[in-house]
């Protein structure tokens, strides 16, 4: 039964989240769990001695702390839930899948790049597309915005969506959370600058691990998206092929590869962030000029995959209940 319940509430979340989005309140359970990442480094630091050894093992105690109360409040919540009964565990985990999953808020906040480039107002698209990517944006022209918003939403379709149902399918609620402190860790603390090179370490590497296969899975999925959405298909496995590891990430040019070849455009390139210039792979052969339509092709392409991806679940929970 916990089976079919588990799907239900799947479900339940992924249409919230489409009709809904996420609701920008303080207390949204990620924010909550930002706050206890913040809070757990803090107490952390003031312990610590000034040397790499001692930031790197502060690193693996705030990964540890975090984890655990994670996935320990998130799980009673869950099995408190489901001892009531299935419908109350139904609504109650779908409504916790609902939160771990970011379609519709990762299409809301990229069409605002869309919107405003469609006025020309490319001040207004800079500062919208600042608010979703880590790199500078202060020097963006509007094709750099564009790409900027395209790169967003086709690495994010794996972290912001198949991720987490990936992990919800194989251990609910409580497993998608667990994923969720993980990839919030690495977004918090998993930068390569003098204040967290060593102390967000083990979170970065962390979050590479539980990513690994999601990736890959994304990537399958947007091929066939790509197939669906009569996108050149083909060209997306061929630059998959080519492209997938031309990133530091080992997993983020999984999807954006896919996306670039899609879509016939060359993504990433050289990016600014702290002020400090990288130097970064082309993903994707510059086929044709970048335009802000690709960011509707894009969300197009993300959402696509997620179905295909609840379609999977769906069927292989009703094949293991079956048996």
């Known amino acids: 039964m916990w089976i079919l319940c588990s799907c239900a509430a799947l479900a339940l979340g992924f249409v919230l989240d489409c009709i809904i989005g996420d609701p920008q309140w303080l207390y949204h359970p990620i924010r909550l769990i930002g706050k206890l990442i913040t809070a757990e480094e803090k107490k952390i630091r003031k312990k610590l001695k000034n040397t790499a050894s001692a930031e790197r093992s502060g690193g693996v105690l705030l990964v540890i702390n975090v984890c655990i109360v994670v996935f320990l409040i998130s799980s009673l919540i869950s099995v408190a839930a489901y001892a009531i009964n299935k419908y ?43 608010m979703i990517v880590g790199r500078d944006t202060a020097s963006l022209d509007e094709t750099g915005i564009i790409k900027a918003a395209v790169e967003t939403v086709a690495e994010n379709t794996s972290d912001g969506v198949i991720a987490p149902m990936v992990f919800i399918a194989l251990g609910g609620a409580p497993l998608g959370f667990l994923y969720k402190a993980i990839n ?57 092929r080519r492209d997938r590891f031309n990133h530091a990430s080992p997993n983020s040019a999984q999807t954006e590869a896919v996306c670039a070849g899609a879509l016939r455009v060359q993504l990433a390139g050289d990016a600014y962030y702290f002020g400090k210039l990288y130097k970064k792979k082309f993903i994707g052969d510059d086929l044709r000029q970048i335009e802000k339509e690709d960011i509707k092709r894009a969300n197009s392409l993300m959402y696509c995959a997620s179905v295909l991806m609840l379609i999977i679940i769906a069927a292989i929970k009703l094949v293991l209940w079956r048996l």
């Open 88 to 130: 109350v565990y139904i609504a109650v985990e779908g409504i916790m899948c609902y939160f771990l999953l970011a379609a519709r808020s990762l299409k809301t906040e990229s069409m605002k790049v869309y919107k405003a480039s469609a006025k020309n107002d490319v001040e207004s698209a800079r500062q919208a597309v600042s």
């Open 184 to 240: 919030t860790m690495d977004s918090m603390v998993g930068y390569k600058n003098e204040k967290y090179i060593n102390f967000g370490k083990v979170a970065a590497k962390l979050d590479d691990i539980v990513n690994f296969i999601p990736a890959r899975i994304s990537a399958i999925l947007m091929i066939g998206a790509s197939w669906i959405m009569r996108m050149d298909y083909r060209n997306a496995v061929k630059i998959w």
